[in-house]
């Protein structure tokens, strides 16, 4: 049965979905089996992917208009199920009782094939994030070394325990991954020190690993790659998989 992680910050701009796809590679290339869904409505996973968007996208899925099995593309590193920019009205089209449901009951069927599924999140309170949630085992927190996106953090912990406490008594918190750092500054010093405190507070951790800020990122992103293929030996591909090293001891791989 598959581990379901949802990467999550209701905050944008934190490196969401280059976590995601990243991490995604990085565990199919230990040989895992990986399902990578887009419930971001930018669809910017999907476009890196290269996924065809013609084809039945997780929205179609949530509003029960193609069943889950239809809508799973392959793509080189894994599977996956597109995004739509129609998720960003999912509010309005998804009601009704049990709404918070619909990708954990579709994922029911498929869940066995795979060792990971790996939910891309919107940067926002939706009943999308609340359907990842609800869906997932566990959820990792990517932010940055600043206020803005920490306090983004401390609003993220209301919801995780809101969908504790109605939707999946089961989810846990793996813990806070810091991207796009800038080492040896004083500001990311006591950036990290008030994350490693708030993790404290909210019963998690800042993971040992950080993702350090690379312009190598950026460039894998616009040629629509990974870093891992991009830059096998650059210091960002080994901040992946130490980053990769400590996800798996966390959860017990």
Known sequence: ????????????????????????????????KILLIDLDSQCS????????????????????????????????????????SSLANIDVVLSGTGKEYRL?????????????????????LSIASIN??????????????????LAGVGQLYQTFKAVKTYCNL???????????VTPQTILTRDMTAMAKDLASQI????????????SAIKEAQALRTNIFDYAPKHNATKDYKNFIKEFNQIIGE
């Open 1 to 32: 049965m598959a581990k379901i992680i949802s990467i999550i910050n209701q905050k944008g701009g934190v490196g969401k979905s280059t976590i995601a796809f990243n991490l995604s590679v990085g565990l199919y290339k230990e040989g895992k």
């Open 170 to 180: 089961d989810l846990e918190i793996i813990g806070i991954v810091l991207n796009r």
């Open 104 to 124: 954990k009951e579709n994922l029911a069927s498929i869940k066995d094939n795979y060792d990971f599924i790996i939910i891309d999140t919107p940067p926002s």
């Open 45 to 84: 996973i999907t476009q890196t992917s290269k996924a065809d968007t013609q084809k039945p996208t997780i929205y179609e899925v949530l509003v029960g208009e193609t069943k889950i099995s239809d809508a799973i593309q392959s793509m080189q590193e894994a599977k996956i199920i597109s995004g739509s």
């Open 132 to 149: 990842a949630l609800t869906a997932s085992k566990y959820m990792l927190v990517p932010a940055l070394a600043d206020a803005y996106s």
């Open 203 to 214: 019963g998690t951790k800042v993971l040992d690993s950080v993702l350090r800020e690379y």
